[in-house]
């Protein structure tokens, strides 16, 4: 249900406990609908997180960490944020047949409620590992990991040529390279959010970003958007991307986010929420993944960069990437809790108020945090 209007999603009242708590398309449903909200795909790692850290491993020496966890990682960071805030969610995806594949599976399968049906295990390959050491609000990260065979219909940074029906994928870009299942998928009508990472070459050519014809939204950071296009602000950027793509959407970091729709003319900028940021791998796929949902159930441009860096901020709070993804029971508990602090600015309340209209009563008592992925794989279930 559109925000806009006053109503907000209804409530889930059974399914497996790997479900979320409130389903935020519930009213826009309709019975032909796609059978996923969203479709991505990607590399999966298995992440080792190490925490309570007092400084940078030393050369020669051996660190002792107080705290680990481990959790699947890469896009599985993304995918568990879908599926946290509400949305039906399919993953396609290469999984070793180690021990370590067989944690991702389940984690995300029966964990999270991810649809794996397009994915595939891949016999006598490994998973990729990386471990991630968090300290003074930052990580350090090490990773290892093979391309799976070449008969297979998956490597690392690929996907099969075709896509599920889903109302929306998100797309990580590579310069100079296409995705076949971009264009099919947009042909189709899915919603293409597309994203991208440091460009490696120093070229920084938006014309090499082809799969961006294809796409409704981008969102880089403000370094990357500005590099991209030669603008000397990120809120120049913003706009000279929609010269490319309908609507730019472009992370300020700490200042928040800026966001500029070339079909509506509107443009809207959320600051964001200063929180104890102990660990932000991840942040950057939560922030994709809040302002999904928000697209998808026709929220206000304003309201999605509020819930996005709400997502966002939440998430650094928290160790680990999949593992930090918040959920409804999250942002309940986290807007009962704020505006209980006197001396809130009640103008920056305001600014979340429509989070009053998107919880259910009954999820604002639920205890938090709540995580449904089991930190370590050192234990089996019962």
Not at 225 to 232: E, L, P
Not at 291 to 310: H, I
Not at 319 to 326: K, Y
Request: net charge negative; hydrophobic share 40%.
């Amino acid at each position: 249900m559109s925000a806009s209007n006053g109503k907000g999603p209804a409530p889930i009242t059974a399914g497996p406990e790997c479900q979320a708590q409130v389903d935020p398309l519930a009213v826009l449903r309709v019975p032909d609908d796609p059978p996923w909200d969203v479709y991505l795909t990607g590399p999966v790692f298995l992440d080792i997180i190490f925490t309570g850290l007092d400084s940078a491993p030393v050369r020669g020496t051996e660190s002792w960490a107080r705290g680990m966890g481990s959790s699947p990682g890469g896009v599985a960071n993304m995918a568990t944020a879908l599926a946290r805030l509400g949305l039906r969610t399919s993953l396609a995806a290469a999984f070793g047949d180690d021990h370590y594949g067989e944690y991702c599976w389940d984690a995300l399968e029966q964990g999270e409620g991810i649809d794996l049906s397009t994915s595939r295990k891949i016999p006598g390959w490994h998973s990729s590992v990386t471990v991630s050491m968090a300290y003074e609000g930052e990580r350090t990260m090490v990773s290892h990991g093979h391309e799976p065979p070449p008969e297979t219909v998956f490597n690392l940074g690929g996907a099969p040529d075709r896509a599920p029906r889903a109302r929306a994928a998100v797309a990580s870009l590579t310069p100079g390279r296409r995705a076949p299942w971009i264009a099919q998928a947009a042909h189709h009508g899915t919603r293409i959010f597309a994203d991208v990472g440091w460009d490696e070459t120093g070229a920084w050519d938006l014309a090499g970003l082809t799969d961006l014809e294809h796409c409704e939204a981008f969102l880089p950071n403000a370094e990357e958007a500005m590099r991209y296009t030669g603008a000397t602000s990120p809120r120049a950027a913003a706009h000279a991307l929609t010269e490319h793509v309908p609507l730019a959407v472009v992370t300020l970091g700490a200042e928040g986010a800026y966001a500029v729709d070339r079909c509506t003319g509107e443009t809207a900028e959320v600051p964001a929420i200063a929180v104890e940021a102990l660990d932000p791998t991840g942040a950057g796929d939560v922030f994709v993944a809040g302002f999904v949902t928000g697209t998808l159930a026709d929220w206000p441009l304003a309201d999605r960069l509020a819930f996005a860096g709400l997502t966002a901020a939440l998430s650094v709070q928290e160790f680990g990437g999949s593992l930090s993804a918040p959920g409804w029971s999250e942002i309940a508990a986290w807007w009962r809790r704020v505006q209980s602090v006197e001396g809130q600015d009640p103008a920056a309340l305001r600014r979340y108020a429509f989070l009053e209209r998107l919880i259910p009563q009954g999820e604002a008592a639920r205890p938090w945090p709540r995580r449904r992925a089991v930190p370590t794989i050192g234990f089996r279930s019962a």
